[in-house]
Structures are given as structure tokens and as C-alpha cells.
């Protein structure tokens, strides 16, 4: 007779987390830890949870693993070539796979001061992860890194992208610049808990397939499904925080009431608003919030919540196919857009701006997108690392490029202080 599961309660004792990841990292083929680090957001962030197996499953055959459990899993930007007439033949920094989904083995919810492990045998998980012994040394050889543009390449890519827009070919695309290079060993799990330091946000998240990691800093959701409510929160706006209250709330003013930001965000409610009606009972579709403002620690973003009602019997696979890859990522038209990102990055984008996120037993779901987020292979010790932001007729190449440095800057200040130096750019 197979072993059943049975859960226990424990004290969170201090360095549990990092414990928890290295022993998931020693342990298991795939993980995914989840954390909100309690920051207010609109339908709240991702649970505080972690999720740990050896089985997994691309997403058409997410159906083959166990029925009525967890199912955790990333879907990466490339995955659109399954929906729509479209190739991606840009340089792979790394090997990701389009979609990696598993069913967990082992489930540990974090409240404030209690662990909760839900396993077979979970005494011994617990005890194995209190005993996991955490290195901290740091790596000797310094970190290379390659990007992809530099301010005078940018400009010249956002002119071609310009002409796009003044030719009435497409209105708005998110174009991304790639930092890619060499990472000496480093314990994955330090480089993630360092991120979430230099940049706590609602949908942080660290994710294992095999040998390759996902650091991931998030601020926007992709998709939550509650019951049969689907709710899409895209951003589009970014400006940066001020040194002190005046200066920040002078600029937040200067977010609120701009025009081309506006705008952005707009073109991309109307698009989320047109990829749910494809799912939802006719007249369900609202937008709940437009234009809503949110302050994190290095960047305030425009935010708005376009939600629905969803049709009987729509699956998970059906939603994704109909809403992604999300708009906020391609801009409008969306298809039009991902044909001329192809033509003008210059990296494969796998799993940045993807999706990533986990499905309960009863089929709701919370996935965020997959942005200020680290991918490294520790085989090969190598990472990547895109950002990006939308183009449109008002920008300006100047302010755009700025925009892209505000948002790789927390990860270039996590690698800075873990490799005690800054990273050496070729």
C-alpha cells in the first residue's frame, strides 16, 4: 500500500528560507518558491509557498500529471510559435525549454512564524532541511557580461521601430535589450535572496528545471483565475523613485499626468480587454482599475486591472492560448509586433517574458510575467537577463534607454555586491 501524505506545523526558525532552497536544490529535479514579500498589491501577490518534484511535463501534456494536486510551471515567451505563424531564430543564450509544468512531491506553506509541510514523512523533510548546511563563500573570479546595446545601437533600432509606427504599421512595441555573460559558481539561491533584497516585489519567485534557475523580481500579473473570474493586471508607465518624499511625489505627479504613458498603458488595456473577450460570457469584461499608481522600492509603475468572467468549462490551456504571450510584452497589434521583434532584438527571449506561476488542486491560478528576472544555467555558468519598454510615436530614444537602465539596475547592483566588484562589460 503506497505511503499517504500527512502534514505537520513547526516553528519558522531563522534562515529557514535559504535552508529550504538549498536542500530543495540538492533534492529535487524542479521547484518553484513563491513570496509576496508582503507588499500591498491589487488582489494581493503570490502566496508565501514552496513547491518541490521530480516529474514534469510540458504544457500540452499537463494533463498527464497527477489529477487533482498542484501543478507549478513556466511557459516561455517562444511558446507564442504554437499559436500563431511565427518562428523565433534569435541567438539562444540559454537552452530554456518552452514549458516546464510539475506536480509536487512536497509542499511547505510559510506563514509569519509557522512552517506547514505537507509530504510523505515530513518529520524527516523537516529535520533534513533544519540540518542543510548553507555556503557561504564568496566566488573568486570576477563576472563577464555582454549587452546587447549600447545608447547609440538603441537609438538607431528605435528609429527603424519609430518608422514602424509612422508608416501605420503598428502602434506600440516593448523592444528589449539583452545583458548576457559568465557567472562564476555562486550558489543560485544567494543570488535570488540578494535580488529580493535590492528589489522585494509581489510576484518574486525562484524556479528550478533541471540545471537551469529563474531569479525572478516581478511586479506585474499575468493571469489570476479565482472561481470563474479571470483577472489580467498589465503595466505599462514606469518612472523611478525620488531621494525623498517631495522629489518622489513630484515625480509620481509627473507619471499621473503624462500623456504618452497614459496612452501606453491604455493601448494595452484595450488589447487585454479584446484577448478576454475570447474567453468570457458576453458583456463580462471590465476594466477595474485604469491608470492605478504603485511605488516599490526602485520604481513606481502604472497599473490596471481588466478582469472577466469566463465561459463553462474553459481550461488552463485554452486561456493561454487565447491571452499569451501577454500585450504589456509585444505591444499592438500583437502579432504584427512579434514579427518586428524577431527582426529587431537580437537574443531568443525563452523564458524572459514568459509566465510563471502555480495552479492549485481545485484549477485556480496566479501566474505573473516574467520580467527583472535572472536565467542561469549552472551547468555551463552562464546567465541572461532581458529589459525592455514600449515604444511609441511620442517616445523619446533618450528617455527609453534610461528607462531600460532603471530596470536592470537592482540586478546589476545583486551581482555587484555578490561578486564584490562591478561586473566586467565587454
Known amino acids: 500500500m503506497p505511503e499517504t501524505e500527512s502534514t505537520i506545523h513547526i516553528p519558522l526558525s531563522r534562515g ?3 535552508q529550504m532552497l538549498v536542500w530543495g ?105 533544519q540540518s542543510t548546511k548553507v555556503n557561504g563563500q564568496r566566488p573568486e573570479k570576477k563576472l563577464t557580461m555582454q549587452v546587447s546595446h549600447d545608447q547609440q545601437a538603441y537609438s538607431r533600432v528605435f528609429s527603424q521601430i519609430r518608422d514602424q509606427i509612422l508608416e501605420g504599421t503598428i502602434y506600440e512595441l516593448n523592444f528589449c535589450v539583452d545583458f ?7 550558489a543560485p539561491e544567494r543570488i535570488f535572496l540578494e535580488l529580493c533584497s535590492q528589489s522585494p516585489m509581489p510576484f518574486s519567485a525562484f524556479f528550478k528545471a533541471k540545471d537551469l534557475f529563474l531569479c525572478c523580481a516581478s511586479p506585474e500579473r499575468f493571469l489570476k483565475k479565482t472561481g470563474q473570474n479571470l483577472l ?25 499626468e503624462s500623456e504618452k504613458e497614459r496612452a501606453e498603458n491604455l493601448m494595452i488595456v484595450d488589447l487585454m480587454r479584446n484577448d478576454l473577450s475570447r474567453l468570457a460570457e458576453i458583456g463580462s469584461v471590465n476594466v477595474t482599475e485604469l491608470f492605478g499608481i504603485y ?82 544555467d549552472q551547468t555551463k555558468n552562464s546567465f541572461y537577463f532581458g529589459v525592455g519598454s514600449a ?6 530614444a533618450t528617455d527609453e534607454y534610461q528607462e531600460c537602465q532603471l530596470k536592470a539596475a537592482p540586478i546589476l547592483k545583486t551581482l555587484k555586491k555578490l561578486y564584490q566588484s562591478n561586473p566586467i562589460i565587454s
Open 16 to 18: 529557514w528560507v535559504e
Open 25 to 129: 536544490r540538492q533534492q529535487f529535479n524542479y521547484f518553484g518558491y513563491f513570496h509576496s514579500n508582503n507588499i500591498p498589491y491589487p488582489q494581493g501577490g503570490f502566496d508565501h509557498v514552496f513547491y518541490a518534484g521530480n516529474r514534469a511535463e510540458p504544457l500540452e501534456r499537463i494533463g498527464k500529471l497527477p489529477d487533482k494536486k498542484p501543478k507549478i510551471g513556466i511557459i516561455g515567451y517562444d511558446q507564442k510559435n504554437k499559436y500563431e505563424k511565427l518562428s523565433s531564430h534569435n541567438t539562444p543564450w540559454i537552452d530554456c525549454p518552452d514549458s516546464v509544468f510539475f506536480s509536487p512531491e512536497v509542499v511547505i506553506q510559510l506563514g509569519e512564524d509557522v512552517v506547514q509541510i505537507t509530504a510523505r514523512r515530513p518529520a524527516e523533510i523537516a529535520n533534513s532541511i
Open 180 to 186: 548576457h555573460g559568465s557567472l562564476p559558481a555562486q
Open 232 to 256: 489580467s493586471q498589465p503595466i505599462k508607465g514606469s518612472v523611478k523613485r525620488g531621494l525623498n518624499p517631495e522629489a518622489d511625489a513630484q515625480l509620481v505627479k509627473s507619471l499621473v
Open 295 to 376: 511605488s516599490f522600492q526602485s520604481i513606481t509603475q502604472m497599473i490596471s486591472s481588466v478582469s472577466c468572467q469566463l465561459k463553462n468549462k474553459v481550461t488552463f490551456e485554452e486561456i493561454i492560448s487565447k491571452t499569451f504571450p501577454m500585450g504589456s510584452m509585444t505591444g499592438a497589434p500583437k502579432i504584427k509586433c512579434m514579427e518586428l521583434i524577431e527582426r529587431y532584438e537580437s537574443f531568443k527571449r525563452s523564458w524572459f517574458s514568459g509566465t510563471l506561476g502555480y495552479i492549485d488542486s481545485s484549477g485556480d491560478f496566479d501566474f505573473c510575467v516574467v520580467i527583472r528576472s535572472l536565467v542561469i
Open 391 to 396: 515604444i511609441t510615436l511620442d517616445a523619446n
